[in-house]
């Protein structure tokens, strides 16, 4: 893989983690937070060096989860605030997010490899075509969970329609791929509208549909579970 192409995926990573820094308790943010950055930044070259985009992947979820409970312990140092049960509340939901993240980061890659195949048979540009379709993919799933938490509060998959679904997993998907035309240059030929309508709109629908297939498992396992639980009639 080409020295660019890494480094560009490197510096969308630690982009990323620094909106996420904004967890953070906002004295905490300005005295570690530079520092921060470029601990992670480091971490990425030393893993996808070491183990290439999945060991990257395997960073991102590794900082995420460990991200999301310092913040929530920083921001709730208080002896009032029963903290146990709140980090067991907020651990369970980051839990699932990852979790949902991580299944489409599988799922994307191989999607994103056979574009790479079509588009570039030769291999002569400089993508990491795994990273392309690995990362979106997590960052989707990720997003996704937290916006249909915002969004539906404890309604469950088999509570909403799968049209609803699809639509809060368009919205994780346009706001990915917005991100990066907000944090990075292009260094494509293609005009900056139709690089726009290309990259956005294919993550946005590949959201939309891991969504609504994200929902059909849920309850397809919830019908299981429910026959399973009933037992045999007789």
Known sequence: ???SGIERTIELSAGVYGVLLMLYPKEYREEYGPHMVQVFRDSCRYEVGRAGVLGLVALLARTVLDLLSTAVTERN?????HREVVMKKWLGRIG???LIGLTWAVVWAPVAVLI????DPDGSMDEMWVAIGAYPGFLCGVLFSAVLGIAEGRRGFDELSLSRVGAWGAVAGLLVGVLPFLIGESTSELPPWLLGVVVIGSITLLSAVSAVGSALLSQYAARRQTRAGAGPEG
Do not use: D
Request: overall charge positive.
């Open 1 to 3: 893989m080409l020295r």
């Open 77 to 81: 140092k208080n002896p009032e605030v």
């Open 96 to 98: 699932g997010a990852v």
């Open 116 to 119: 790479g195949l079509i588009v």
